[in-house]
């Protein structure tokens, strides 16, 4: 029997989620208040406060021994997907955000003294900066700037994984079209077990969604800055978490709009048919990068994950536009934790090759 540990650190909560023989024994969820958290000078200086209830919740359940404690992989130098060790390198990256700061990088420093105390190897999984995009894919047409990989790595390798199961098709064979829908969205072109290709949205890639703008042209963007319409910070909050359905509907709940929409709200009506078209067009977006001369063959699904595959108005009406390009799959109720124990345990089992963390020199500060 296998104890696999997943510690999953949010903007204002803790899961905790303990498998065995990969099933959940145990779940737990610490939330913290907004005015909790302001008092601390930044992510790091919350490691006490996240680590003593992990504690406690392994206490009360009588728990002793454990063969692998899986973390939230946080902003780490740009890697390729799968199954990292937690090492000093790695942890003094996270300390001094060289690579940004985000509450997920406390998944690793957590997970590794919890592996201290109980056992176990101490490893990340599929972090958000997983980089495998193609060279083509990096040039834009400013050569100060690069296109980088960020994007929902765990939620869009478990949903396709899934998919291939279903379909009985090789992952690290197939071609998918991964769509993760949430309070973000990413999209990623998965060929032959690599990410090759997303729409980043910590960036602003890709369509709009519940919060973030998505895409927007350039010119009249630098205009809003030039007449004094937005400033930098005001433009940055707007583009990654007071943009998207919530510039537009005043609530980035879309159960609430989906009622919007079916109580006759046209307004409503017609934001949800644009977010659908724009999501579309950028799932098509990627085809070519799947679908090329030396390898013509169709993907084999486009997959839809994430809390926005709920809706049966959005799914019904992407279903409808992306069918004419592949089989949809639809994914639901996988969770991040054990998309993070099934590499775990992969990993433990030998089935995958657990690696070491390079870094490297460059700086790279997300949003």
Same mark, same amino acid.
Do not use: K, T, W, Y
């Given at each position: 029997m296998k104890n696999i540990l997943t510690i999953n650190p949010g903007s204002t909560s803790t899961k905790v989620v303990l498998f065995r023989d990969f099933e959940p024994a145990l779940s737990h969820e610490v939330k913290y208040f907004r005015s909790e958290l302001a008092g601390f000078s930044d992510v790091w200086s919350q490691f006490a406060l996240r680590l003593e209830p992990i504690l406690a919740v392994l206490d009360q359940a009588g728990e002793n021994r454990l063969d692998a404690v899986v973390g939230r992989g946080g902003l780490l130098a740009p890697l390729p997907g799968g199954v990292y060790r937690i090492d000093e390198r790695m942890l003094e990256d996270l300390r001094l955000r060289r690579f940004g700061e985000h509450p997920c990088n406390l998944g690793a420093p957590?997970? /590794?003294e919890v592996s201290r105390r109980f056992g176990g190897s101490a490893l990340i999984v599929d972090p958000v900066v997983t980089d495998e995009l193609c060279p083509e894919a990096r040039l834009t047409g400013l050569p100060q700037i690069s296109r980088r990989s960020t994007f929902h790595a765990l939620s869009q390798r478990g949903a396709a994984r899934e998919a291939a199961r279903r379909l009985g098709v090789d992952y690290d064979n197939g071609k998918f079209l991964v769509a993760h829908l949430g309070g973000g969205i990413s999209i990623g072109a998965h060929r032959r077990g690599r990410v090759v290709d997303v729409t980043n949205a910590l960036d602003g890639e890709g369509p709009m969604s519940p919060e973030r703008s998505g895409t927007l042209p350039i010119l009249p963007l630098l %205009? /809003? /800055?030039? @007449?004094?319409?937005? @400033? !930098?910070?005001g433009l940055r909050r707007a583009v990654l978490r007071e943009g998207g359905l919530f510039a537009h509907l005043g609530t980035n709940d879309f159960r609430e709009i989906e009622?919007?929409?079916? %109580?006759?709200?046209?307004?409503?009506?017609s934001v949800v048919a644009a977010f659908v078209y724009a999501t579309t067009r950028h799932v098509a977006s990627l085809l070519p990068a799947l679908v090329t001369p030396d390898d013509p063959r169709p993907v084999d699904a486009i997959v839809l994950a994430g809390g926005l595959a709920h809706s049966d108005l959005l799914v019904r009406d992407l279903s409808a536009r992306l069918a004419p390009w592949g089989r949809v799959e639809v994914v639901l109720g996988l969770t991040e934790a054990r998309v993070m124990a099934e590499s775990g345990l992969a990993a !433990? #089992?030998?089935?995958? #090759?657990v690696q070491d963390y390079v870094?490297? @020199?460059?700086?790279?500060?997300h949003p």
């Open positions: 957590l997970a /590794l %205009q /809003l /800055l030039e @007449d004094g319409v937005m @400033d !930098l910070p009622e919007m929409v079916q %109580q006759g709200d046209a307004r409503a009506a !433990l #089992e030998g089935r995958v #090759e870094g490297n @020199d460059s700086e790279i500060h």
